[in-house]
């Protein structure tokens, strides 16, 4: 039994009239009383009495009716539950993030994907970005919100912001009362950084930027945790060089100041990464809202 014959049987039986329920169905007449016929020769009983002037169900007619109408609804809610997995407005997503993400886009991107997209799920996870590409190859996540560059040529990245670095001063600091801070002028001052591991480019970069301004940093503490960093600091433990968007966010026992450098230090970057292969049209709905964010 195909869902057309059950639907031109609906029709004809809503109708009682061929020519109706040919033009309902937008066929010719003769087809559609050829398709009723190989249903009743299937079923083994006639479903409908036919005469020039007159079409009517038979007992068995009136009895299939109810199902078939109900088997085409739940053939339609199915094809529809199909479309919107296949749009990506259904399912779930895991992303991945870095923590210093929540100061940034990723609490506005998140928002808008859930207004657009309610019916799906959405696991946050704090995860390291090294960390963030290895459950990208496991398939534990659908998408990644961290620092690159990554060593994993085959994992996608799409930036989705660029920002600069700021000092993270203790409050009470002589170097809070100015604009800005000369970063050469911190040289003797205890830092606050992440640790340097392998697929971490973070510390790598922040090195870096010393480097242009002519010193390395005296290391007092490592953290990797963007509030675990800005808590240190708070307790006069040292300095850190920190992403621009947690400046955003103010915290208790911290004044964030701009780096000033003879040269400009590097920006930072935050990217969506992902497995081609893995995308689901899920993901791919929230990657193109961050896309959309981030233009």
């Known amino acids: 039994m195909e869902l ?25 007449q003769p ?13 083994g009983t006639p479903l409908l009495e036919r005469s020039r002037r007159h079409v009517a169900l038979t007992a068995a007619g009136a009895a299939l009716l109810p199902h078939a109408r109900r088997t085409l609804q739940v053939a339609e809610q199915g094809a529809e539950a199909a479309r919107r997995a296949a749009r990506g407005e259904t399912g ?29 799920e959405v696991a946050l996870r704090q995860m390291t970005t090294a960390a963030q590409a290895a459950a990208l190859r496991a398939g534990e996540l659908d998408l990644g919100c961290l620092r690159p560059p ?9 930036p989705i912001l660029t920002e ?44 870096a930027a010393c480097a242009a301004a002519g010193f390395q940093p005296n290391v007092a503490q490592t953290a990797t945790e963007m509030s675990t960093v800005l808590g240190l600091v708070a307790a ?21 100041r701009p780096a000033e450098t003879p040269a400009p230090a590097p920006a930072l970057t935050l990217a969506l990464a992902w497995l081609p292969a893995n995308l689901s049209p899920a993901a791919d709905r929230f990657l193109a809202t961050a896309r959309a964010w981030a233009d």
């Open 150 to 158: 990554l060593r994993d040529a085959g994992i996608a990245v799409a």
């Open 92 to 120: 779930s997503i895991a992303v991945g993030f870095v923590g210093s993400a929540m100061a940034g886009p990723l609490p506005d991107v998140v928002r808008a994907f859930r207004a657009a997209c309610p019916d799906v």
């Open 31 to 43: 087809p559609l009383s050829q398709q009723i016929r190989r249903l009743e020769a299937e079923l």
């Open 236 to 256: 006069g433990l040292g300095v850190a060089l920190v992403p621009a968007s947690l400046a955003s966010v103010p915290r208790p026992g911290v004044a964030f």
């Open 164 to 207: 600069a670095l700021v000092v993270a001063l203790p409050a009470g600091h002589a170097a809070a009362s100015g604009e800005g801070v000369d970063l050469a002028a911190l040289a003797g001052e205890p830092f606050i950084m992440p640790p340097r591991q392998e697929g971490e480019a973070f510390a790598d970069h922040l090195l």
């Open 4 to 28: 057309r014959h059950l639907r031109y049987f609906v029709a004809v039986a809503e109708e009682l009239h061929f020519g109706r329920a040919a033009r309902r169905l937008h066929i010719a």
